[in-house]
Nanobody, 124 residues
Framework: QVQLVESGGGLVQAGDSLRLSCAAS????????MGWFRQAPGQDAEFVAS????????YYAGSVKGRFTISRDNAKNTVYLQMNSLKFQDTAVYYC?????????????????WGQGTQVTVSS
């Protein structure tokens, strides 16, 4: 299975921006949909965004739509999450995941490879 490593997290103030990166190794992600999830303390993990294998189709959780942008560079085997206008409620560990399919159809169980996560903390 492909290995995923997230980076770019940190401590920022509300209103700031961050860009997360997810670098894949041990295989190509170019044929797979990719996604970002997050988990806040004491809460279940939640879907944040997904992108199809070519980068043509994206989906976002309602809570981040208009503020976050998912993108990918298949030549670099990397996926990104640009996060703007960050809010305290965005504080969480963010995980990158690779889907078993080229398109994400809405079933989180189809994400089969996961990174270790990167902490994003937004101070209010």
């Amino acid at each position: 299975q492909v290995q995923l490593v997230e980076s770019g997290g940190g401590l920022v103030q509300a209103g700031d921006s961050l860009r997360l990166s997810c670098a894949a190794s041990g295989g190509t992600i170019s044929s797979r949909a990719m996604g970002w999830f997050r988990q806040a303390p004491g809460q279940d993990a939640e879907f944040v965004a997904s992108i199809d294998y070519r980068g043509d189709t994206t989906y976002y959780a309602g809570s981040v739509k208009g503020r976050f942008t998912i993108s990918r560079d298949n030549a670099k085997n990397t996926v990104y999450l640009q996060m703007n206008s960050l809010k305290f409620q965005d504080t969480a560990v963010y995980y990158c995941a690779a889907n078993e399919n080229a398109y994400y159809r809405g079933s989180p169980g189809t994400f089969i490879s996961w990174g270790q996560g990167t902490q994003v903390t937004v101070s209010s």
